[in-house]
């Protein structure tokens, strides 16, 4: 059973105030649309300020909606967004929370004699859950990249999706399950096999995206199941996307770098931007490509000059390390020009094209 989030605050008298999010994404801002709302004279905050949100992870995201007092994150403020752990420290301009669980009571419904605590060991939806690792009601979606400077297709990246009529179809929400259940790899592997056995045929000579989950990309099993994959099909230009989690130990990355090398796979970074940049890192072990975070990038042509100048150096970095800089999330024409200046050579969004469902292909 996951964790019940939430705010929590203390007030000029010393109490403790309590802010449920009781949903994500959840937006703070002054704004009577937002789910947290703040006066502007206490907190200097902007009409939307930031959002909170659900990490393919299982971790709560921080996004910064390019506020003028800025969101931090340990007194420290962020670019884009930021992963939370339980009991950050975290201010919207100077509103002042820290980030906190606890798992939600349940009320019984029976009495128990013995006074022991019930066990609940039971997911709900765990069967239909496991029905879909078979493969009954998964499908998946398709979303192009495009070369910055023209439009033309690039490559395609393939998205996980489920149309069981007893689960969810967001991929968000299915992870949040599998997390519960412990199966977040499983999960991951069933949506790269069915990407690559029902949608790569039908997107032959283009390179394809698939993503993994930061649990599994050390492991063997991942690296046995690329071996399979080249072997039976040579022709695949396949690119695997690390997630920005796993990017945390530079010889680590270096073996792997190798290993993606010798059985014939590109690889990019993926959400580079979101919390530390892992400039290291991605020094040490360069990967083809690096997908910039989308909160990164947001409304960036309206971003301070600060802003648009470290996004601008990270871009430069990226093309001196010989890797190609791609820009994710992209909605707006205007975000799109700024990125071709800065020098993105792809760009991935709703603005260049939508995922396209499998049987839209």
């Known amino acids: ?55 393919i992870c299982g971790r709560i995201r921080l996004t910064d909606l390019n506020s003028t007092n800025g969101s931090f994150v340990g007194r420290e403020r962020i670019e884009g967004s930021c992963l939370l752990a339980e009991n950050d420290i975290v201010h919207f301009g100077s509103a002042e929370f820290r980030l906190r669980g606890h798992l939600p009571e349940r009320t019984p419904t029976s009495k128990v004699s013995s006074g022991l ?68 790899v499983e999960l991951s592997v069933a949506f790269r096999k069915f990407g ?22 050390f492991s063997e099993d991942f690296f046995a199941s690329l071996v399979s994959l080249r072997q039976g099909r040579p022709e695949l230009d396949l690119v695997i996307e690390i997630h920005e989690t796993a990017v945390t130990e530079s010889a680590r990355l270096i073996e792997l770098a190798a290993r993606f090398r010798d059985i014939g796979v590109r690889f990019a970074y993926d959400d580079f931007g ?60 205007a975000e799109a020009q700024i990125c071709r200046e800065m020098g993105f050579q792809l760009i991935q969004g709703f603005l260049t094209g939508k995922p396209i469902p499998v049987a839209s292909l």
């Open 1 to 55: 059973m996951g964790n019940q989030w939430f705010l929590e605050s203390i007030t000029t008298d010393g109490s403790h105030v309590t802010y449920n999010i009781t949903h994500l994404p959840f937006r703070i801002g002054r704004d009577p649309e937002n789910d947290l709302i703040l006066p502007e004279r206490v907190s200097a905050l902007s009409r939307n300020h930031a959002v909170l949100s659900l990490d």
């Open 274 to 333: 979101a919390g530390q940049a892992r400039l290291r890192e991605i020094g040490d072990a360069p990967a083809h490509f690096v997908k910039f975070d989308m909160g990164l990038l947001h409304d960036l042509h309206l971003a301070c000059e600060r802003k648009r100048h470290v996004v601008n150096d990270l871009v430069k970095l990226v093309l001196d390390l010989g890797s190609v800089p791609l820009a994710e999330g992209i909605e707006k024409d």
């Open 196 to 217: 690559i056995s029902a949608i790569a045929p039908r997107l032959q000579g283009f390179p394809l995206f698939a993503n993994t989950h930061p649990r599994e990309t």
């Open 117 to 184: 605590p019930l066990s609940e060991n039971f997911v709900d939806k765990e069967a239909e859950f496991l029905d879909l690792l078979e493969g009954h009601g998964i499908s998946g979606a398709a979303q192009p990249i495009v070369e910055a400077q023209g439009g033309k297709v690039f490559a395609y990246e393939l998205l996980g999706r489920a149309n069981h009529p007893l689960l969810p179809i967001s991929p968000i929400r299915l992870f949040k399950l599998a997390s519960a259940l412990d199966r977040e």
